[in-house]
């Protein structure tokens, strides 16, 4: 199991229906107004049909964690977690997604609505120094957090170092990389794509371990990209160079 924090609490819409389909509901708390809309009242009916408590209030934003929770905070067990060899298992060829201690939820939880579009199914992220994935990381991520299997590692570099052994290529994303992301010719291969933290890049050790560093070119005047949008154009290059979007 994740440890606790993991998507114990969500809110939005579209955050917490997910919550609700995965079974790991606890309690739910909907304002009264949103009552009028349907999808509410089946959001309630659904997540009593899960066995989850289900609390009518007048405004939930008084004790949200985000800014806009749309009328709707759910209380939740844990989201579990799974092993980096389960993982590697999960697509095939292997396509993983490893953040290297990004610092903003928001830009987590975009990372990973991305990733899951552009069809990436495992996550791993590190325990330590790195954004916590509360409240803001799966409103963000708008439900995909459900549906990805999620590994927490102690340590990114020991991390690629065991996907080398499992036969992963480690492909990291920075600025300085010598080679292009687009038409890298890895990326149809069983590999993890590893996203540096926001403005300080890959840690030098994470870049060690990786057996290549390819940079997303820019056509203007543009020092960096966010995480999250270098992100969701690294996951679709490997996407289009495999065939599953065209």
């Not at 905070?73 to 590697?88: D, Y």
């Amino acid at each position: 199991m994740a440890r606790a924090g993991i998507g114990d609490r969500v809110e939005g819409f579209h955050a917490v229906v997910a919550a609700v389909e995965a079974g790991r509901v606890t309690t739910l708390q909907i304002e009264q107004r949103r009552l009028n809309s349907e999808a509410y009242t089946s959001l309630a009916g659904r997540a009593r049909a899960t066995g989850a408590r289900v609390e009518y209030v007048h405004d939930v934003r008084d004790r949200s964690l985000t800014s806009a929770p749309q009328g709707v905070i759910a209380e939740c067990r844990p989201k579990p977690t799974t092993t980096l060899e389960s993982a590697v298992d999960v697509t095939s060829p292997a396509a993983l997604l490893v953040f290297d201690h990004l610092e903003d939820q928001r830009n987590l939880g975009a990372a990973v609505r991305s990733a899951v579009a552009a069809g990436f199914e495992a996550v791993v992220v590190p325990k330590h120094r790195s954004a916590p994935i509360g409240a803001a990381a799966f409103k963000a991520a708008a439900g995909t957090f459900e549906t990805v299997a999620l590994v927490e590692v102690s340590s990114i570099p020991e991390a690629l170092r065991k996907l080398e052994k499992l036969g992963v290529w480690r492909v990291g994303l920075d600025g300085s990389g010598e080679r292009s992301l687009f038409g890298f010719d890895l990326l149809t291969e069983p590999v993890a794509i590893v996203v540096g933290a926001e403005g300080k890049g890959l840690h030098r050790l994470t870049a060690e371990r990786c057996d290549a560093i390819v940079r997303i070119p820019h056509a203007g005047p543009v020092e960096s990209l966010n995480a999250s949008v270098a992100t969701a154009l690294a996951v679709f290059e490997v996407s289009r160079a495999r065939g599953w979007v065209s």
